[in-house]
């Protein structure tokens, strides 16, 4: 399975909501993602398939190693990204936003340059 934008994000968001929650739910993946309750279904089934989360019984899903992997790099990526954007005087809801487009597109060398950077400045 290629693991694009679309992946990233969904891994991202279960990591995000099993940090709060122990677990994620799909109607939560859902609203803060913005799709329909069917999309979670396929994306989901493909994750499990895939090995990228596990599915209890009661429909608590949570993240594999190899899933959290991936949902941790995204995660850390969207705030380092954002805390870099704010640091230059954009507005912390597009901060977010942006960084969100960014994470994906960013080359390891570019945010390497960031974090550099990031650690140099804000110490």
Not at 10 to 23: A, T, V
Not at 35 to 48: G, N, Q
Not at 55 to 69: E, S
Request: charged share 25%.
């Amino acid at each position: 399975m290629q693991v694009n934008k679309s992946i990233e994000d969904y891994l991202e968001q279960i990591l995000i909501q099993q940090e709060r929650n122990g677990c994620a739910r799909s109607v939560e993946i859902a609203g803060n993602l913005g799709v329909t309750k069917a999309s979670v279904s396929h994306a989901t089934k493909l994750l499990r398939e895939n090995g990228f989360i596990r599915m209890a019984d009661d429909k608590c899903i949570t993240l594999t190693p190899a899933g959290r992997d991936i949902a941790e790099r995204m995660y850390q990526r969207h705030r380092v990204l954002a805390q870099f954007l704010m640091r230059l005087g954009v507005c912390e809801e597009v901060a977010f936003a942006d960084a969100c487009k960014m994470e994906h597109d960013i080359s390891a060398e570019s945010f390497a340059a960031i974090c550099l950077h990031a650690d140099a400045e804000w110490k």
